[in-house]
């Protein structure tokens, strides 16, 4: 099993940044993925970014993120995070992240994003 616990999470104005950080209760190395995901109110949760814990592969965004967004990870920390920047306020949604781990998919509990314009 895998705990998640995100943070980060705030207000912030048009333009501006914000860090999320996600830690996991395992060894991200024991892990075959990490994710964002974020849902806004009345739509369907969207994937952000993935980071896969082996191999050399480059992490993945969904087009409308590319160029601001980056997922990173702390192996020593166990920590992923999701440094966001060039907020804009149709990205004001709950933001979850998701380990992928022995087939099975563990989720965090979210953390609020709220971007005013």
């Known amino acids: 099993q895998v705990h998640l616990v995100e943070s980060g999470g705030g207000l912030v104005q048009a333009g501006g940044s914000l860090r999320l950080s996600c830690s996991a209760s395992r060894n991200i190395f024991s892990l075959y993925s990490l994710a964002w995901y974020r849902q806004a109110p009345e739509k369907q949760r969207e994937l952000v970014a993935t980071v896969f814990t082996g191999g050399s592969g480059s992490p993945s965004y969904v087009d409308s993120v590319k160029g601001r967004f980056t997922i990173s990870r702390d192996n020593a920390k166990n920590t992923v995070y999701l440094q966001m920047n060039s907020l804009n306020s149709e990205e004001t949604a709950v933001y979850y992240c998701?380990?992928?781990?022995?087939?099975?998919?563990?989720w965090g509990q979210g953390t609020q994003v709220t971007v005013s314009s």
């Open positions: 998701k380990a992928r781990y022995m087939m099975r998919d563990y």
